[in-house]
């Protein structure tokens, strides 16, 4: 008896919009984070360079980005996706280009600036909610999350690999070409879609949505992890750079990166048997034994810093974004998720901007703030958020 061919979820046409957009979001991600382990040193070698001036040119790409992401998102619901798409990819390239070519910080700040001013991802949201129907969206809007998960494992492990063979200036390079192609891809062979209806900006929505019980907590979290993160990566090569060279970054950050990817699986498994909280808890706790041990300051110590803190991001990373659209229903969940991404952006920016201050005053401070950063979100988590918050069980990766 002949089977049924099994029917495909996407058509042709509909790949080819996914395929592009999803690569695109994840290429623009490749390019932030593939140099972010290297900033801090780099930095101090380029004219009137400061720890703190180092730091803001790490973390100011997110507050350009977070304050554009709404804008974009309302200029592409007035004139369509794909202008917006590419004038923000246009100048995310061009400030690639700026960096690989800065040779004073205040340079390579203007340059940092003008990445996060490629906020397209809510545009790039948009566009398949436009193009794909509405019974395949949720399956669709999953491939550029997907993307981008992998696009920042390349980064934190593609980074320390590359920098054995290029330098950090043809590092940016690299990335401004890739960034260019997937730009020229999508303007020469993905469709604009349809013209959509333009939908008014309402800020009371967005606070409305935000008062939801559990959620401050969980978007804390999010500033917080974001804030880690680039604090990690000001705070890591520095230390490394005290006791052996750039080049060995990999040492370090390869098994980190291998180390959290390997408990993901585990943990929204977990997580399905009710156990968030605790997880988060427990990433927070790894979060402060990092923080202990980056003032140790001895090579194991740092080792072990490194694994304790993607241990702790990928579990946050994956776990939070989740129990988030799982709180809140389809009507807010574009506006929650919208909310939450603004304020993860506003974590990175303040996690240079206030690790490279601290570091100037005193190294052991930008190691403590991480300590303190992480308590007060463990305590918050702690005490406003509970396991039957959630909707429905966590999707596993």
Not at 154 to 174: D, S
Not at 349 to 377: N, R, Y
Request: aromatic share 10%; with cysteine; charged share 10%.
């Amino acid at each position: 008896m002949n089977k049924k061919p099994k029917e495909k979820l996407f058509t042709a046409k509909e790949k080819s919009i996914l395929t592009g957009l999803s690569a695109a979001l994840g290429l623009r991600q490749l390019g932030l984070l593939l140099v972010l382990p290297f900033l801090s040193t780099w930095g101090v070698e380029l004219e009137k360079a400061t720890p703190a001036l180092i730091g803001l040119a790490m973390g100011i790409f997110g507050l350009t980005q977070g304050l554009l992401l709404i804008p974009y998102g309302l200029w592409s619901d007035r004139v369509g996706r794909k202008t917006p798409f590419v004038t923000g990819m246009l100048i995310f390239t061009f400030g690639l280009v700026l960096a690989s070519f800065s040779t004073s910080i205040y340079m390579l700040i203007i340059a940092r600036a003008l990445q996060g001013g490629g906020a397209v991802a809510a545009v790039i949201f948009s566009w398949i909610g436009d193009t794909i129907p509405a019974e395949k969206r949720n399956r669709a809007m999953s491939l550029p999350a997907i993307a981008v998960g992998i696009s920042s494992t390349l980064a934190f492990i593609g980074g320390p690999v590359l920098i054995t063979f290029i330098t950090v200036e043809q590092m940016f390079l690299l990335c401004a070409i890739i960034s260019a192609a997937a730009m020229a891809y999508i303007i020469f062979f993905i469709s604009p879609g349809p013209k959509p209806e333009p939908v008014p900006f309402n800020v009371r929505e967005y606070l409305t949505a935000m008062k939801s019980p559990g959620l401050l907590p969980l978007y804390l979290s999010g500033t917080i992890m974001n804030y880690i993160l680039v604090a990690v990566f000001y705070i890591l090569p520095q230390l490394i750079s005290k006791h052996m060279t750039r080049e060995d970054t990999w040492i370090f950050l390869v098994p980190a990166v291998i180390a959290g990817m390997a408990v993901m699986r585990p943990a929204t498994k977990a997580a399905d048997a009710g156990k968030t909280r605790t997880l988060l808890l427990g990433s927070y706790c790894l979060v402060v034994l990092a923080g202990l041990f980056f003032l140790a300051d001895t090579v194991p110590a740092i080792f072990a810093a490194s694994i304790a803190f993607f241990v702790s991001y990928m579990i946050q990373s994956t776990l939070v974004p989740a129990t988030i659209t799982n709180m809140v229903g389809a009507e807010t969940r574009g506006t929650v998720t919208g909310a939450y991404n603004a304020l993860t952006n506003v974590g990175s920016f303040l996690g240079g901007a206030a690790t490279g201050l601290l570091w100037g005053i005193s190294p052991p401070l930008a190691a403590t703030a991480i300590i303190f950063v992480s308590l007060v979100g463990g305590v918050m988590l702690w005490a406003g958020f509970k396991e039957t918050m959630t909707q429905t069980s966590i999707p596993r990766v």
